[in-house]
T-cell receptor, first 114, second 114 residues
């Protein structure tokens, strides 16, 4: 079945460091790929998405490229801030036009030190 | 603020009881999704409704049921509650049910079963 695997956390970085959170997926068909972020005590927010191969999603300095050849959707940010501390979820969805449930990875907790 | 509202924010109840969680989607959105977030299972898709009809089913227990009303709000009913049902329950909505539609998440209802 379809699945998403993302790197285990927690990840702790210093402010202004470069961030990569790895995500790979297994799917049939042509899924859409998402990164969601969950700040402490809050619900999930869509961070970025890509709907087809080679698409790059970007938002708030974060980027991820849909790589069909490596079945990956790694999240990157050039310079993290303390306010980026949160749990990040890689997700797969929208494989079929008639049903768009999302399958989430296990989440990666990110902590940024001032 | 995603525009998706969920009530109540917190719910504490006893084993064997029944509870109802309510979700109001963003204005104009036709699809509603329910997800469960627990420490051991992570984020799991439960069920999707589109314009009043069930569209997709995930790992939803038989003790759980949902419906979407003509005004498009949705309710998730959990019965014969067990300790393991303690979790954060999220509702999400999207404009339609297409593969590229973005799902917007509510703040969640935290259920504690004692």
């Amino acid at each position: 079945g379809n699945s998403v695997t993302q790197m285990e956390g927690p990840v702790t970085l210093s402010e202004e460091a470069f961030l990569t959170i790895n995500c790979t997926y297994t799917a049939t068909g042509y899924p859409s790929l998402f990164w969601y972020v969950q700040y402490p005590g809050e619900g999930l927010q869509l961070l970025l998405k890509a709907t087809k191969a080679d698409d790059k999603g970007s938002n708030k300095g974060f980027e991820a490229t849909y790589r069909k050849e490596t079945t990956s959707f790694h999240l990157e940010k050039g310079s993290v801030q303390v306010s980026d501390s949160a749990v990040y979820f890689c997700a797969l969805g929208g494989e079929y036009s008639s049903a768009s449930k999302i399958i989430f990875g296990s989440g990666t907790r990110l902590s940024i030190r001032p | 603020d995603s525009g998706v509202t969920q009530t109540p924010k917190h719910l504490i109840t006893a084993t064997g009881q029944r509870v109802t969680l309510r979700c109001s989607p963003r204005s104009g959105d036709l699809s509603v999704y329910w997800y469960q977030q627990s420490l051991d299972q992570g984020l799991q898709f439960l069920i999707q409704y589109y314009n009043g009809e069930e569209r997709a089913k995930g790992n939803i227990l038989e003790r759980f049921s949902a419906q979407q009303f003509p005004d498009l709000h949705s309710e998730l009913n959990l019965s014969s509650l067990e300790l393991g049902d303690s979790a954060l329950y999220f509702c999400a909505s999207s404009a339609r049910a297409g593969r590229t539609d973005t799902q917007y998440f509510g703040p969640g209802t935290r259920l504690t079963v004692l």
